[in-house]
């Protein structure tokens, strides 16, 4: 049996707007359940443990798919994501691969999470896919290949895209803007359509530029993973 490991942010606080932020429910659900439904076995971690925050935008009824449906009904998946193991705790040795679902959150913790980084580094050196969807490709920017270069210099990468940043109003809100910041590192940031499925692999690197792109990440990285 594959394994993967999930990696979501624990940071719940939407800069110092006194909104709530997090990751989001499709971003997970979605790859979650495209992975285990073919036997995939899949582990939750976050940097502290527990409860990940959910980003209460993604619960609206506007935000649902078939897959945050199955997820809300699912007692069980979310006694397991109510129990997230520290990142800390986790290594690469016992994985095939790694995926970081989306929200806002990770552009807070994640894109600086030193644990973080380092496990991308281990997944790399050991030839193992790393996946990324909407936000969560900013956890690739302070990481390093093995080599002791940046993870996506050179590299065709995508994530939630300049526009649609400014289409949900927090263009001046998040720390930086996802785009920008894969293309200062050298990534070559490629995207589709605004809110459109769009996802790009390059190497071992697969990400996605939004939530609609979550499925199509996912089936790439189950394609990679050992049968």
Same mark, same amino acid.
């Given at each position: 049996?594959?394994?993967?490991?999930?990696?979501?942010?624990?940071?719940?606080?939407?800069?110092?707007?006194?909104?709530?932020?997090?990751?989001?429910?499709?971003?997970? #659900?979605?790859?979650?359940?495209?992975?285990?439904?073919?036997? +995939?076995?899949?582990?939750?971690?976050?940097?502290?443990?527990?409860?990940?925050?959910?980003?209460?935008?993604?619960?609206?009824?506007?935000?649902?798919?078939?897959?945050?449906?199955?997820?809300?009904?699912?007692? #069980?998946?979310?006694?397991?994501?109510?129990?997230?193991?520290?990142?800390?705790?986790?290594?690469?040795?016992?994985?095939?691969?790694?995926?970081?679902?989306?929200?806002?959150?990770?552009?807070?913790?994640?894109?600086?999470?030193?644990?973080?980084?380092?496990?991308?580094?281990?997944?790399?050196?050991?030839?193992?896919?790393?996946?990324?969807?909407?936000?969560?490709?900013? +956890?690739?920017?302070?990481?390093?290949?093995?080599?002791?270069?940046?993870?996506?210099?050179?590299?065709?990468?995508?994530?939630?895209?300049?526009?649609?940043?400014?289409? +949900?109003?927090?263009?001046?809100? +998040?720390?930086?803007?996802?785009?920008?910041?894969?293309?200062?590192?050298?990534?070559?940031?490629?995207?589709?359509?605004?809110?459109?499925?769009?996802?790009?692999?390059?190497?071992?690197?697969?990400?996605?530029?939004?939530?609609?792109?979550?499925?199509?990440?996912?089936?790439?990285?189950?394609?990679?993973?050992?049968?």
């Amino acid at each position: 049996m594959s394994k993967v490991l999930f990696v979501l942010t624990s940071h719940d606080q939407l800069g110092d707007t006194g909104h709530k932020t997090g990751f989001w429910i499709e971003e997970f #659900a979605a790859p979650y359940y495209a992975l285990v439904d073919h036997g +995939v076995s899949v582990t939750l971690a976050s940097p502290k443990g527990g409860q990940p925050p959910i980003d209460p935008k993604s619960a609206l009824p506007e935000s649902q798919t078939p897959a945050t449906a199955r997820f809300n009904a699912d007692t #069980a998946l979310q006694a397991k994501l109510a129990a997230t193991l520290r990142l800390d705790a986790v290594c690469a040795d016992d994985f095939d691969a790694v995926f970081y679902p989306g929200g806002h959150g990770p552009l807070w913790d994640l894109a600086n999470d030193g644990t973080s980084q380092a496990l991308i580094t281990a997944f790399l050196a050991q030839g193992k896919p790393v996946a990324a969807v909407c936000h969560a490709p900013a +956890v690739l920017l302070g990481a390093l290949t093995p080599e002791g270069k940046p993870v996506v210099a050179g590299r065709r990468v995508s994530g939630f895209s300049n526009s649609e940043e400014q289409a +949900v109003g927090l263009a001046d809100v +998040v720390p930086f803007l996802l785009e920008d910041a894969l293309q200062a590192k050298g990534g070559a940031y490629q995207r589709g359509p605004d809110w459109h499925s769009f996802a790009v692999e390059d190497g071992l690197l697969i990400t996605g530029q939004n939530p609609a792109s979550s499925e199509a990440v996912a089936e790439a990285l189950r394609h990679r993973l050992p049968h």
